[in-house]
């Protein structure tokens, strides 16, 4: 038996205030379309905006359903957006902001599972790393420089 370690390596940002100024825009954006979540259900609105090396920046929000499974979260959102409207542009960074209208979210909000596999399709179409930054409504903001820190050993089309 062989041992495989897996390791990742992520930064956090105390504050806002912390961010570089190019980055601290894409989180503003974010936080604009976290209010433009819809949902009345989980009372839990996520907002993400996307930069695209053509300088365009895309926003997404989570959208519920009462069928919980026909809803679509706000980085999936986004992305979709960006690929359907910019196919041949790359993604450079993304900015999430996730937050509870029951309390304060203080905690960073990483991307859920299904919208790492979504991100992870589009950083092996474009063969470019994807910067991904996320933070609650406050406090610390956690860096990863690509998607593959947050998902290790991901599925792609190279094994199909």
């Not at 063969?127 to 956690?142: H, L, N, R, S, T």
């Amino acid at each position: 038996m062989k041992e495989i370690k897996i390791e990742s390596t992520l930064y956090v940002f105390e504050s806002l205030g912390e961010l570089p100024k190019e980055v601290l825009f894409l989180m503003e954006k974010a936080v604009e379309a976290r209010e433009k979540a819809y949902a009345p259900y989980s009372n839990f609105h996520v907002g993400a905006a996307i930069l695209l090396d053509n300088g365009e920046v895309v926003l997404g929000s989570n959208q519920e359903n009462a069928s919980y499974p026909s809803g679509l979260c706000a980085e999936r959102t986004a992305i979709f957006y960006a690929g359907s409207q910019f196919p041949k542009a790359k993604i450079v960074r993304m900015a999430i902001t996730a937050g509870s209208k029951k309390s304060k979210t203080t905690k960073p909000i990483p991307p859920c599972g299904a919208c790492r596999q979504s991100i992870a399709e589009y950083e092996t179409k474009q063969d470019a790393p994807i910067e991904i930054y996320f933070m609650g409504e406050i406090g610390k903001i956690v860096k990863s420089n690509s998607l593959s820190n947050l998902l290790p050993l991901g599925f792609d089309k190279s094994v199909l």
